[in-house]
């Protein structure tokens, strides 16, 4: 059963490394990731799966000791998705991006004990597939714990990645109160076409984790919202 969940967004910027000079203009959301993951450490999981969005063929498990590096975004920095089981063979298929954010937020939290393995999530994923691959993970371990990796809208302002369109603040202010109040009708409610189309990579795994929580009754808490260089960024904590 899911027992407790993180929502983070997972641009590389959250990187220090990479963000270089602009790394202090996400250090309140690099807080309230930290703050979240202690949400998950108190929960004392039996494993924690991190989810996040994914290409084609970066979809699906990747387990424990799996690795990443973010040398295409610059930086000579490599991070780990916990460790290998003793006499396990170390896995070759890279992390992605969102998954490497997460490993990398991790180690940062310093979240130890529990299994780590990761998903990737196609971005075009439909909704019951999201949902049913979230049921699927939430039986994995008695006590079962989901890292969110995801972004809202890349089309918030003029300089956004997607440029300005004026349905992804609706769009985001929607996904947002979803994930503050751990509504799992109004996350398994957002369109994903309009969410491909809004650049919004976060709704497929937000929708894994509606499909995680049902029957599990938590509670949600929105630690931040904002929006710089016009993405959409959300974090919150279900337990």
Do not use: H
């Not at 954010?101 to 998903?119: F, H, N, S």
């Not at 808490?221 to 974090?235: F, I, N, S, T």
């Amino acid at each position: 059963m899911l027992v407790a969940a993180a929502v983070c967004p997972c641009p590389p910027l959250l990187v220090p490394e990479v963000a270089a000079g602009a790394g202090p203009e996400l250090d309140a959301a690099r807080n309230a990731c930290l703050d979240a993951l202690g949400v998950l450490a108190a929960a004392k999981p039996d494993l924690l799966i991190v989810a996040g969005p994914a290409e084609p063929d970066e979809r699906g498990p990747y387990p424990a000791g799996s690795a990443g590096s973010f040398a295409g975004f610059g930086v000579g920095l490599t991070v780990r998705l916990g460790e290998s089981p003793a006499g396990s063979p170390v896995p070759r298929r890279p992390l992605p991006a969102s998954l490497g954010v997460g490993a990398w937020l991790l180690e940062q939290a310093r979240c130890g004990g529990a299994p780590v393995e990761g998903i990737g999530v196609e971005e075009r994923l439909a909704t019951d597939g999201c949902l049913r691959a979230g049921a699927d993970l939430a039986v994995r371990a008695e006590r079962v714990a989901l890292l969110v990796m995801g972004d809202g809208s890349a089309c918030r302002t003029v300089k956004a990645p997607g440029y300005l369109d004026e349905r992804a603040a609706d769009f985001d202010a929607a996904a947002v109160r979803a994930l503050g109040s751990a509504d799992l009708a109004a996350l398994s409610a957002l369109d994903p076409s309009l969410a491909y189309e809004l650049k919004a990579a976060g709704r497929a795994p937000w929708q894994v984790l509606a499909g995680a929580a049902r029957g599990a009754g938590l509670d949600g808490q929105l630690l931040y919202e904002d929006a710089p260089y016009g993405v959409g960024y959300a974090v919150a904590a279900w337990s």
